[in-house]
């Protein structure tokens, strides 16, 4: 919604999304005018015969809409070329946001053999494109190296909404597991154990089978309040089998950045490459191998304390490179207007 209230400063914005059909929500809205489709709701027995059907929807709001600029997040599963070829066929400018490494995240491991397959239908898909958006500069490298195309490109990772004023709460000894995805949190088995004797650990709005507390789902300034009483927010999230997964080491997730905006700092494990250059550059929390170096690990949070005014110091002085504000928005409209000028 962040990049389609922008657009809707600019211009008429045509929105479509994943969602229900009720024609109440698809109204016009100011300058938005919404196109929420569903697969489920597609006619047809069969998940393939609606998946096919969704797709020529989208292919026929690409048709027959009058804009200027296409902006995808993702593509149709039975079309994945065609939509960009038919944009491009039109004469209209096409961004591509590219907040996964696609050919690594598209499909369940299982189906990874299939991923040089992805690595072409990506390449086919930069060609056409007149620029593309990702999450962290080492991602984007990935896919242009792997592809051979570069693109026009602007990083934007997933910034907080918004902060917390810097120290304003006591931090309780707790370290937080935040996130709205369920994922496999890799570390060590002892490490875990002593943390325990330290620390309460607990998971705001996630199933976490490791803490000793889940709480709920929360409204987003209630969350951030609660993240801002614990000690630290622990990352070491692990999506697929391979603890390499490149959305993940290159991954800049909003639990993150919430964290840092919230005053509070991260134990990030040193997969996280992404990660692990902005906790370097700014000195906001602790890098560590979490899997396989318990007692040194435990030995550096518990005497953290000494840098821990640090942490909060630093936190606040870089609060600015951890929240959406109206100068990121400005390089996002200058992007794009490079773009329709180009």
């Known amino acids: 919604m962040r990049t389609i209230e922008i657009f809707s400063k600019l211009g008429k914005v045509y ?3 994943s969602g229900s059909n009720d024609l109440s ?29 969704l797709d020529q929807e989208i292919l026929r709001l690409v048709q027959d809409l009058d804009y ?18 038919e944009v491009k066929k039109r004469g209209k400018k096409l961004l591509y946001d590219l907040h996964e490494i696609m050919p690594v995240q598209f499909l369940p491991e299982k189906y990874s053999f299939l991923n040089p397959v992805l690595w072409q239908i990506l390449k086919a898909q930069l060609s056409l494109v007149d620029g593309v958006i990702g999450v962290s500069d080492e991602a984007m ?21 918004t902060g917390m004023q810097i120290g304003r709460n006591v931090k309780n000894a707790e370290i937080a597991i935040v996130g709205g995805t369920s994922r496999k949190i890799t570390i060590n088995g002892n ?64 639990k993150f950045y919430d964290s840092l905006a919230a005053g509070t700092p991260v134990i990030i494990d040193n997969r996280f490459v992404s990660m692990k250059k902005i906790i370097e550059e700014t000195n906001t929390g602790l890098i560590l ?20 005014d640090s942490y909060l110091k630093n936190l606040g002085r870089y609060y600015d490179k951890f929240v959406w504000d109206n100068s990121k928005e400005d390089y996002f409209v200058d992007f794009i207007a490079t773009i329709m000028n180009s």
């Open 141 to 161: 490298k990935m896919m242009f190296e792997k592809t051979g195309i570069t693109k026009p490109f602007l990083i934007i990772p997933n910034y907080a909404v």
């Open 289 to 308: 191998d979490l899997s396989k170096e318990p007692y040194k690990d435990l030995s550096l949070i518990l005497n953290a304390s000494g840098s821990y």
């Open 68 to 85: 200027d600029l296409a902006y995808f997040h993702s593509f149709p599963a039975s079309q994945p070329i065609k939509l960009f070829r």
């Open 15 to 17: 929105y479509q999304f």
């Open 191 to 254: 490490l875990l154990k002593e943390l325990k004797k330290n620390f309460k650990l607990i998971s705001i709005g996630t199933n976490c089978d490791i803490v000793d507390e889940e709480l709920p789902f929360m409204d987003y300034e209630l969350m951030m309040d609660r993240i801002s009483k614990v000690k630290y927010t622990l990352l070491a999230f692990q999506s697929r089998s391979d603890p390499q997964y490149p959305n993940d080491i290159y991954s800049l997730p909003n």
């Open 25 to 53: 929500i698809a109204q016009s809205k100011g300058d938005i005018q919404c196109f929420p489709l569903s697969r489920d709701e597609m006619p047809g027995r069969h998940r393939l015969i609606k998946r096919v059907r």
